[in-house]
């Protein structure tokens, strides 16, 4: 069993920086590839970005790209969300997730096993 704790999110303005965390306990997060995802009010959870087990992997989600950049460190057990030049439209709840996929970045929640309980991103205008 692993279980996913995110903190880092908050109120920011448009433009802002924030970067997320997801610190993992319980397991090593190695043998896992590592995702954020996010869910705003009365949207579907969708895919943010993806990071391989091994670490040589990675998606992002068209909106996010550029912007945007997962890595995880190992040693410390914990994935990161930097995001950059915040928009309005990236206000959700951002959740992290781990899956025992054997390789790749995959963007379907149905490819993850754990989830985090979510920290909440509010971009003002």
């Known amino acids: 069993q692993v279980q996913l704790v995110e903190s880092g999110g908050g109120l920011v303005q448009a433009g802002d920086s924030l970067r997320l965390s997801c610190a993992a306990s319980?397991?090593?997060?190695?043998?896992?590839?590592m995702g954020w995802f996010r869910q705003a009010p009365g949207k579907e959870r969708e895919f943010v970005a993806g990071?391989?087990?091994?670490?040589?992997?990675?998606r992002y989600a068209d909106s996010v790209k550029g912007r945007f950049t997962i890595s995880r460190d190992n040693a410390k057990n914990t994935v990161y969300l930097q995001m950059n030049g915040l928009k309005p439209e990236d206000t959700a709840v951002y959740y992290c997730?781990?899956?025992?996929?054997?390789?790749?970045?995959?963007?379907?929640?149905?490819?993850?096993?754990?989830w985090g309980q979510g920290t909440q991103v509010t971009v003002s205008s």
């Open positions: 990071i391989s087990r091994s670490d040589d992997i990675t």
């Open positions: 997730a781990a899956g025992r996929f054997s390789w790749g970045a995959r963007i379907s929640v149905h490819e993850y096993d754990y």
């Open positions: 319980g397991r090593t997060l190695t043998p896992y590839g």
